[in-house]
């Protein structure tokens, strides 16, 4: 099926689900929620503002209650009278809503959407740099494509890449994972990779994979830079790409390419990690430890910098298109 043809199924009957505070949006997760509402205005009318009580009510419609009592000590919203309800829906929203204007000047010219207090609307004049804010933030929202998904995630893994490659210039960088080079089962590419890198593997640990195993077990994007010397001695970056809301539980799968199957010579691997979400808040100026766990971390921000300088090469990716199509639909209600 072509792209054209699996874009014209996605947007047949579109709809775009709430995301669920019960689930993998926790209320404590205010990135999630103002992505959501970005893609939101992002569908939204085009002449229209959309408002912090339209973004009350799409949840409202789905029947989500608030109820803070995982980081709050706010009583649950079902003993409240109507007032107070709104009033806890209201103050909910307008912390994410304030995501959005530091989003807004922490992205500045890059930012693809227009702030007026408590309203956001998609800009009139969206150019290259705009779109890829827009495919990050699409990619960050896959439960709402999930005929698009193999697309979008294949195409990050791409320019998670070319991410590495630009962030460092001479740098030999390959994929492993979807578009790896790297042929046969997982023990073979392992062991193709080890030649590459001149570090012994482990073979014992590589044999215990089972041979009819053909992924590349978490690694995703491989980089190194060699000394002339041509010594098995240097920097070495291992890297996880990851689109889904459980981008936590992967940053550990690059350990087994340090721990069990390599044995790199004195310097250990830095381990990086992919993520289409925007994580960086002038209220945050650190990330939370819990989020990196060591990795180097590439999210929304930091690669849409590094990439700003090679966009007109990004902007023939095939995403775009979906990207495209996005831009064009325009329904006050899906």
Known sequence: MSLEDKISEQFDGFTIKAPDPKKDHPWHLEHLHADFVELRALLWDKNS??????????YKDFEFSINFEE?????????SSVSEKNDKWVSKFKEI?????????????????????????LK???????????????????????KLENVLT???????????????????????GQNSEYKGNTINKIKALSTKLKVKSRITEIEQITKIANKEKGLDIIGWQNFRDNI?????IL?????????????????????SYLDFHRLKPIHAMFIPYGLIRYSDTLFQSDNTNGRLLFERKRILDVLIPKINI?????SFKIVEKCIDFDEVEI
């Open 49 to 58: 503002f959309l408002t912090l009580q339209d973004a009350i009510t799409f």
């Open 71 to 79: 980081t709050h000590s706010i009583e649950d919203m079902t003993s």
């Open 97 to 121: 809503f304030g995501v959005i204007e530091e989003r807004y000047l922490i992205y500045e010219d890059s930012y693809p959407f227009e702030i007026d207090g408590l309203k956001i609307k």
């Open 124 to 146: 009139e004049s969206l150019n290259d740099v705009n779109k890829l804010y827009l495919y990050l933030l699409i990619s960050s929202n896959l439960n709402n494509f999930s």
């Open 154 to 176: 294949t195409e990050f893994e791409t320019l998670s890449k070319l991410t590495l490659e630009s962030f460092f210039p001479g740098m030999t960088v390959e994929e492993f």
């Open 232 to 236: 098995s001695n240097m920097l070495v």
């Open 239 to 259: 890297g996880q790409c990851a689109c889904g809301k459980n981008w936590v539980n992967k940053r550990g799968d690059t350990g087994d390419y340090e721990d």
């Open 314 to 318: 990004i902007k023939d990716i095939e």
